[in-house]
């Protein structure tokens, strides 16, 4: 008799060990945990920590509550100023209501995954190419709104869209590059211009200034020639403009004309009589020289008298 009692005690507890075994449950802290009895769905949800269902009779489904990230493929379309593209992106969402996700879409991530790569395309149709490569954040708003839309209803909530990469032709790069290197070189020809124009200024008012102080452009000319120096060659080569000796000349101040007319004349030897050019400068810049009255005396012919009005001897 008590061998058969302590054969059923211990029988009881195999089998409550075993029964426990079968319907314990742990739901993890970022889970949420639907029970369904004989297919039909119980309205609570079970909280994460241990739970129990009955064997045989529930079934237990655990929902993961954390953010997902979905890649989404890359979409090849065309843009709406007729560009082949290829956009890829990445989908953030998270389940908020277990049991829509689970009862109302039979696999919730396919279904996310779909929408977001119909939603991509219609997005690069009705985008232009300059949006897709400068105004993504626009793109992504208008794109998680089309996504979050059917998403609703699933018990799905989009936090976030990004688009990833735009994969242009290698043609379309080659233009565009082309069209960056034209600007950035009509920016650099518009800086030059205008450093061209400063300088002319600039180069107005020294000449303005050296102009009213004639040793000024001296001073310039021996900077000049100290940095031209000062590189270690053994060939100097200085242009000296004519300009600049005119200018020299005007700027120095005139010899005095009573000094050159008080001056006597040199003598020469007693047999010779002065030269044409002692003539010309005794006598002055006024007086003709003797070569130019001997040009202008006339050319007499042969058996002609020197002077006409006097008769042969």
Do not use: C
């Not at 953030?92 to 790569?117: L, N, T």
């Not at 790069?173 to 061209?196: F, L, T």
């Amino acid at each position: 008799m008590v061998e058969e009692l302590l054969t059923a005690v211990v029988a009881a507890g195999v089998g409550a060990l075993v029964y426990m075994g079968a319907a314990a449950r742990v739901v993890k802290q970022y889970e949420r945990g639907l029970v369904f009895r004989f297919g039909r769905l119980r309205e609570e949800i079970r909280p994460p920590g241990f739970t129990v269902i009955v064997p045989v009779i529930d079934r237990l489904r655990k929902v993961n509550m954390q953010i997902v990230t979905l890649p989404v493929p890359a979409q090849e379309g065309i843009t709406r100023d007729n560009v082949t593209v290829r956009v890829d992106a990445v989908v953030y969402f998270k389940v908020v209501d277990p049991a829509s996700a689970i009862v109302a879409v039979e696999d919730y991530r396919f279904a996310v995954s779909q929408m977001a790569q119909t939603s991509l395309r219609s997005i690069i149709g009705k985008s232009d190419l300059d949006d897709l490569l400068s105004n993504r954040e626009m793109l992504n708003q208008g794109l998680e709104l089309m996504i979050d839309s059917p998403a609703v209803g699933w018990g799905v909530q989009i936090d976030r869209v990004e688009i990833k990469d735009v994969s242009l032709p290698e043609t379309m790069k080659r233009s565009m590059a082309r069209q960056a290197e034209a600007d950035r070189e009509r920016r650099a020809r518009v800086i030059n211009a205008d450093a061209e124009l400063q300088a002319s200024h600039k180069l107005a008012e020294a000449a303005e200034v050296m102009s009213e102080q004639p040793a000024a452009l001296q001073l310039r000319l021996l900077h000049t020639i100290v940095a031209v120096a000062a590189e270690k060659n053994s060939t100097l080569v200085l242009p000296f403009p004519v300009e600049l000796l005119r200018f020299l000349e005007r700027a120095a101040p005139p010899p005095p004309a009573a000094a050159a007319r008080e001056e006597p004349a040199s003598a020469g030897p007693a047999s010779e009589g002065p030269g044409p050019a002692e003539v010309d400068t005794a006598a002055g810049t006024d007086a003709p020289s003797a070569l130019d009255a001997a040009a202008e005396a006339p050319v007499l012919g042969p058996g002609q008298p020197p002077f006409p009005d006097e008769s042969p001897p």
